[in-house]
């Protein structure tokens, strides 16, 4: 079955959106990520959103650093600036997004506010679930087979 161009990213996102005070501590963070079984949480001061925690920074800025987590506060280690895109916006956006910024996760967003997170996981698990494998495999083989057949050197 091939992909669904008109799929948006809103239709894919993890509706789950835990949020965290960037006062709070790493230990805290790892703890409410475990327990909500999430990969990142959106960040908050004032009820506003200033940054996102990842596994990802919790691992290589306080646990490879040896850093006492109960002693490191969330706006120290917390990834900034935050990356948004529309719930509208398309999934081959959404995903240009991410490789342009270098970024795991997107901040999705409408007219309304925050409404989830999308990541790279989200985005695997959605081509997993409509991508028909044989398809690609017999691509992946005819383009093999024309790039043989152009080679000079295979002749």
Do not use: W
């Not at 409408?110 to 398809?135: C, P, R, W």
């Amino acid at each position: 079955m091939p992909l669904n161009n008109s799929t948006v990213i809103g239709e894919i996102m993890m509706n789950k959106l835990e949020t965290v005070d960037e006062s709070d501590n790493a230990q805290h963070a790892a703890r409410k990520m475990s327990h909500n079984d999430v990969s990142s949480l959106l960040v908050v001061k004032g009820g506003n959103a200033v940054g996102i925690i990842t596994e990802r920074d919790l691992v290589r800025k306080v646990c490879a650093r040896d850093e006492n987590s109960s002693n490191v506060i969330i706006h120290n280690v917390m990834s900034t600036p935050l990356i948004t895109v529309d719930s509208s916006y398309r999934l081959h956006d959404a995903a240009n997004v991410m490789i342009q910024k270098k970024v795991r996760h997107l901040l999705v967003v409408d007219e309304h506010g925050a409404k989830g997170i999308v990541s790279t996981n989200d985005f695997a698990n959605y081509l997993k679930q409509n991508i028909d494998m044989d398809e690609v495999n017999a691509a992946i083989i005819r383009s093999m087979l024309e790039e043989q057949s152009e080679d000079p050197i295979s002749k």
